[in-house]
């Protein structure tokens, strides 16, 4: 589910240290001489350039200072974010700022255990981002509604390619840092994937049927609603964007907004997301649907009684012909999706 992000580009002027020098901007290192020079010359015209004509005495001595107005400099440009593959070391930091980024989001902080407070929510966050960076699963596309394999990914930078004979399934974890600090500011995970019969048949809550029953729920009905809509129809599942709040409204999000969606067309694959309110706006002007709305009280389960509210978002496919398909409504969507899986079944009979 998306999570707190900027909303809009910006400007990334701010102090940079250049050389020995402070300048109040920062500086492409291509104006560095200009500027240097400007100062070297007013120096040279303001401090040494002094004409003094002696008289025969104190009252007859005059000084004439020779000022040489330095050329203005080139309009000052700002440095641009850095997108890069995020690496295993990066995750302690990546989980850093989804939590940030939903610090006021409290009924997400029991439901999603993203409460920063407790070390065990951080350290679960870890574990599972780390087996998602390092693992991939691979389903050949002419039986795909066999047992899906899972193998160890090749490598934790490489990218993943949809061939015509395998469609290879797996995790992108993409950041933005900020390259006047090299601190990463921004993340975004996608997952390619296809829901298999074998995953329509499990349970809705598998993987966490040792958690308490609220959030045993809570991811059930996410589920539900993932595999109610797709079906069994390859698909990119925009799980995270996130930008810690520190550096919010700087266009960070937005530069991974529109590298996912680039990849995501070129892969022909529409687009699914459980959007927060505060994301909400930002996924809209990008394309994306609300299609269903999800709602969940945790009063129910003895929680605080905080009403958590998302919204199922989805962007069509770029369909080869170049043509955007439509965002399919709920109600047709499910009915593919169920006369897929009948099919599937039939198929699947000895």
């Not at 999570?3 to 492409?28: D, K, M």
């Not at 350039?49 to 309009?75: C, H, Y």
């Not at 302690?92 to 902080?109: C, G, Q, S, T, Y």
């Not at 600090?181 to 996608?190: L, R, S």
């Amino acid at each position: 589910m998306l999570g707190v992000q900027s909303q809009h580009e910006g400007s990334t002027a701010g102090l940079q240290v250049l050389g020995s020098r402070c300048y109040n901007y920062s500086l492409s290192p291509a104006h560095v001489p200009h500027i240097d020079a400007a100062y070297a010359k007013h120096n040279h015209g303001q401090y040494r350039n002094r004409l003094v004509s002696w008289g025969a005495g104190p009252a007859a001595t005059t000084t004439t200072t020779a000022v040489v107005k330095p050329r203005a400099p080139a309009k000052l440009q700002s440095i641009p974010f850095i997108t890069a593959v995020a690496l295993p070391q990066d995750l302690p930091r990546l989980v850093e700022i989804e939590f940030a980024a939903f610090r006021d989001e409290k009924a997400n902080h029991q439901l999603s255990y993203r409460d920063s407070k407790i070390p065990e929510h951080s350290a679960r966050a870890l574990k599972f981002y780390r087996h998602c960076m390092t693992h991939l699963r691979s389903i050949d596309t002419d039986y795909r509604f066999t047992n899906g394999q899972h193998r160890k990914r090749p490598s934790s930078t490489s990218e993943l390619v949809v061939s015509s004979s395998t469609f290879s399934l797996g995790y992108r974890f993409r950041k933005v840092n900020d390259p006047r600090t090299g601190e990463i500011i921004a993340f975004a995970k996608t997952e390619m994937t296809v829901i298999t019969l074998e995953d329509m048949q499990s349970p809705l809550d598998a993987g966490h049927e040792n958690e308490p029953a609220m959030n045993r729920a809570w991811f059930a009905l996410n589920e539900k609603l993932h595999r109610e809509y797709n079906g069994l129809r390859r698909h990119c599942y925009f799980g995270m964007l996130a930008t810690h709040p520190d550096h919010q409204h700087r266009g960070a999000a937005t530069m991974l907004m529109k590298e996912l969606i680039a990849e995501a067309d070129a892969l022909g694959l529409e687009m699914y997301c459980e959007a927060t309110r505060t994301g909400k706006p930002l996924y809209e002007k990008y394309g994306f649907v609300a299609v269903k709305t999800l709602t969940f009280d945790p009063a129910a389960y003895g929680g605080s009684g905080l009403v958590e509210t998302q919204w199922v978002m989805v962007r069509g496919a770029l369909g080869k012909d170049g043509v955007r398909r439509p965002v399919r409504e709920w109600d047709v969507a499910a009915a593919e999706a169920r006369a897929q899986v009948d099919e599937a079944l039939r198929k699947a009979l000895p």
